[in-house]
């Protein structure tokens, strides 16, 4: 079997995914496509809503479809490294035992790892996700573990800011993508979840979603793709005119009300992040049925891959939630192609 | 008996001037000749009285015709203290063939104090009056006799208008450029866009295609007010509907601009590069309004 047909099989594979998972968490499509998207791109996301939106229920119908050892963790204030790496107990003949905790649980067929109000968690907690987001291992019992197909999906409510620890600026970079959940709009869609006892009940509603098991074949499958969707040289003009764009937005022209531009930004997109929207950017091409990317498809996923890596002046970040998606639009609107 | 004697008589010397009404009178009028018809003469009484005194202005003469060739234009009556100020102001309308003596009426002004009326007369007024020209009017070599003054030489306001033009050209330079800033001309600068992208694409061949794709993209960028891209079309046919006609062709633009700068193995044909100005020559139809 060559290349492109496997692509286009695997394609398949993908889009009845996502319609599955659109069957059943419902008006939610823009937040599947993108996290469909980070997926076969291989990058972790992290969502953020309000509560009771559907994220949990989403990230867990996600999990089940793809298959793969599922390991989930419940970010609280208490919890410390340790507890992701080893528990300690005492077993039935009233003998201490240590066995491995969430993390090392599986060995390297880990695959989904959900971290629950990750916000909730302390720095050290972050500290130690750093590790194994970016380099998918870690350190345990004087020896290294990997995990080559891990996929951190980590969820925070942006209501309460209380016993809260924001996530370092490091941590947020590993995320591919920060997807906003917000709650459907459409009369139709909330009438269905309000009345339908199918939605009632989260358990039998995830049981649901078949496990299609290609998770442990997404990492070849991501590395084909990257290798076989093209990018042309006017195309890699346009990314790097928008990572410049996010470090001095003031250079192509974008304005925000009342702010001093040249003094609106602390740090732009990093490389990584880049790196990360262009890998995004080509398993949209993809799903699009195209071989080669469009500018279309950066502008697709740059507000959900851009968005927490643009660090804001201290003076104006207590108006983040307003300015950040006017500076994304901004950049947007601002940088021609071709 | 001696001293009682000189006592009251001195006593009755004091009481004449106390009982006076009007302690000061006088009229002060301007010179006696030399008026002609349609003079004004001013007249001015200027009267001080007792305290508990005070003046009737209805015994003043009222403004209006006094007689048949006399007028009061203006009577004005100044008070401060015991001390009134009365200005009459009079115009001859007498027509003299020769030097000729008129006068000014007299009147009494009246003034009351408690029920009692006292009054004080102003005598009348003698002046002389003069013709303005001899009986027989004569032709002399000059022109007519009777004629107007010489009308005054105008001022020299040439520079006054160089002034004015300068300024206000400066002003609607202002204006202009104000108007610009806030943008009331776009419309004037977009109805040419399509035009000079023609003129510009007439020189390009086949082989500069990336050149007229540019500049086909520039235009439409300018004229969207920002980069136009194929999955925005739909707000840009809401922003300039009249372009909705030629949305196949646009279409066809950004699907053929997208495979020639995004995709590999493009072979370009003549018929494109013809296409797109095809293009241009609809979008210019649009632009001047003729479609």
Known sequence: ?338 | MRIVLILVLSLLGCSGSIDEPVSYFNVETPRPFGYVIGDEIPQRIVIETRSGISLQPGSLPAKGQINRWLNLNQVTVKQSGRRYQIDLRYQVFYAPLAVKSLTLPGFTVQFSQGEKSIGQSVPAWTFTLSPLRELVARQTEQGEYMRPDSPPSLLANTQTLYGLAASLSVAALIAAYLSYLYGCFPDRLRRTLFKQALRKLAGLSKSDMEQALTLVHRVLNSLNGQPLFHNRLSQFYRRNPQYLQVSSRLDWFFNYSNRYFFSDGMIVVTQDLQQLKDLCEQCRKIERGSQ
């Open chain 1, 1 to 338: 079997m060559n290349t492109d047909t496997q692509l286009t099989d695997w394609r398949e594979l993908a889009l009845q995914f996502e319609r599955q998972i659109n069957q059943t968490v419902i008006g939610l499509q823009p937040a599947v496509r993108n996290i469909i998207l980070a997926v076969f791109a291989r990058g972790h996301v992290l969502l953020e809503g309000n509560v009771g939106v559907g994220k949990t229920t989403l990230l867990r119908a996600v999990a089940q479809g793809l298959g793969g050892d599922y390991q989930r963790i419940e970010g609280t204030i208490d919890l410390m490294p340790a507890d992701l790496i080893y528990y300690t107990y005492l077993n039935d003949q009233g003998r201490p035992c240590v066995d491995p905790g969430p993390l090392l649980k599986h060995g390297n067929t880990l695959a989904t790892f959900f971290f629950n109000e990750i916000n909730r968690a302390r720095p050290q907690v972050h500290a130690l996700l750093l590790r194994a987001m970016a380099e998918r291992s870690i350190n345990a019992f004087n020896r290294d573990y990997h995990f080559p197909h891990i996929q951190v999906f980590a969820d925070r409510n942006r209501v309460e800011k209380e016993e809260t620890f924001e996530l370092p600026a490091a941590a947020k970079d590993r995320f591919m993508m920060e997807i906003n959940i917000d709650m459907p709009s459409a009369d139709t869609v909330l009438d269905e979840l309000m009345f339908n006892p199918r939605f009632h009940d989260t358990d039998q509603l995830i049981a649901g979603v078949t496990n299609s098991g290609i998770y442990y074949r997404l990492n070849e499958l991501a590395q084909t793709l990257q290798q076989r969707i093209q990018t042309s040289p006017k195309l890699h003009a346009y990314a790097l005119s928008l990572w410049k764009a996010t470090h001095q937005p003031q250079q192509y022209g974008v304005q925000l009300t009342d702010v001093e531009m040249p003094q609106l930004l602390m740090a732009g997109a990093s490389p990584r992040g880049m790196s990360y929207l262009i890998r995004a950017a080509k398993t949209r091409a993809w799903l699009e049925r195209r071989d080669h990317v469009l500018p279309e498809d950066l502008q697709a996923i740059f507000p959900v891959c851009m968005t927490h890596r643009l660090f804001l002046n201290p003076m104006v970040a207590y108006r983040k939630e307003q300015l950040l998606p006017e500076l994304i639009k901004g950049i947007l609107n601002q940088v021609a192609a071709p």
